[in-house]
């Protein structure tokens, strides 16, 4: 099984890539705090890189910016590609297939929205959906 649950903050606004066929993509990173603190008593941050596809994706970008909180459930997807100068980079991302939005802020705006967790038959639409 391969299955990922996490709750964190954006780092940045969210962007909407629009692919070859149609498809729609963003990705983005989530700050996600440690249950513990390390030995100088301090919090550490994990990022996490994420990805999104389809109509999921448009309700990212329309309704998150920088510090949105969200819950976020998907699955760990590995894969390479070589860059500019010609090396081999290696990549683990959490492709996203739900999305929980619990405290919302306005793109470039540090206005706060707490939306309640929508129940799952709100999101019937997005249950047969099929990533690319």
């Not at 990705?27 to 030995?39: D, E, G, T, V, Y």
């Not at 306005?106 to 709100?122: F, G, K």
Request: a neutral charge; glycine letters at 6%; proline letters at 4%.
């Amino acid at each position: 099984m391969n299955q990922v649950g996490l709750v964190g903050r954006f780092t940045k606004d969210p962007v909407l890539r629009y692919l070859s066929g149609n498809r729609i993509q963003t990705h983005f990173s989530l700050a996600i705090n440690r249950n513990f603190k390390n030995n100088q008593g301090e919090v550490d941050t994990d990022f996490v890189f994420c990805t999104a596809w389809g109509r999921l994706a448009e309700n990212i970008v329309k309704y998150c910016g920088k510090g949105s909180l969200i819950g976020a459930t998907g699955r760990i997807q590995t894969r390479s590609f070589v860059n500019e100068e010609s090396t081999k980079i290696f990549m683990t991302e959490i492709v996203v297939e739900d999305v929980r939005f619990y405290q919302l802020k306005q793109r470039d705006s540090d206005e706060a929205v707490t939306v309640p967790a929508q129940p799952p038959n709100e999101q019937e639409h997005l249950k047969d959906f099929v990533l690319p």
